[in-house]
């Protein structure tokens, strides 16, 4: 059981890194012109969001490696979940419904990830 928990928290980390990366990477005038973001808003939160994210990814796959830091992972996939939530609400809220089921995949396994970790 423990390796497919592993493929889950890898597959989570893979997941995350890259919207991560791209909300610290874009300037705020394309994300604007993409519709990610209100002209008038600030770029502070998206920023704190895409550090979360790739911290986040990271604290997935260090407890492969480092046995005592699986409290990590959980809390992470507790994040995980949270962001997820939030993603289904705007994409719902945009009418974006395509990507709600993928959304909704990613939220339930971070709950298994979750209840493995945290609750085993």
Same mark, same amino acid.
Do not use: C
């Given at each position: 059981?423990?390796?497919?928990?592993?493929?889950?928290?890898?597959?989570?980390?893979?997941?995350f890194i890259?919207?991560g990366?791209m909300?610290?990477?874009?300037?705020?005038?394309?994300?604007v012109?993409?519709?990610?973001?209100?002209?008038?808003?600030s770029i502070?939160? /998206?920023?704190?969001?895409?550090?979360s994210e790739?911290?986040?990814?990271?604290?997935?796959?260090?407890?492969?490696?480092?046995?005592?830091?699986?409290?990590?992972?959980?809390?992470?996939?507790?994040g995980?979940?949270?962001?997820?939530?939030?993603a289904i609400?705007?994409?719902?809220?945009k009418k974006e419904?395509? /990507?709600?089921p993928?959304?909704?995949?990613?939220?339930?396994?971070?709950?298994?990830?979750? /209840?493995?970790?945290?609750w085993k």
């Amino acid at each position: 059981m423990e390796k497919h928990i592993w493929i889950l928290q890898v597959l989570l980390a893979m997941f995350f890194i890259m919207p991560g990366l791209m909300k610290l990477r874009t300037p705020k005038d394309t994300l604007v012109a993409k519709g990610k973001m209100p002209p008038n808003g600030s770029i502070f939160f /998206i920023r704190v969001l895409g550090i979360s994210e790739l911290l986040g990814a990271l604290a997935m796959v260090f407890p492969i490696w480092f046995k005592e830091l699986q409290l990590f992972a959980g809390l992470a996939a507790i994040g995980f979940a949270l962001v997820m939530i939030g993603a289904i609400t705007v994409h719902y809220k945009k009418k974006e419904f395509k /990507i709600i089921p993928l959304l909704f995949l990613v939220l339930a396994l971070s709950v298994v990830v979750v /209840i493995y970790n945290l609750w085993k």
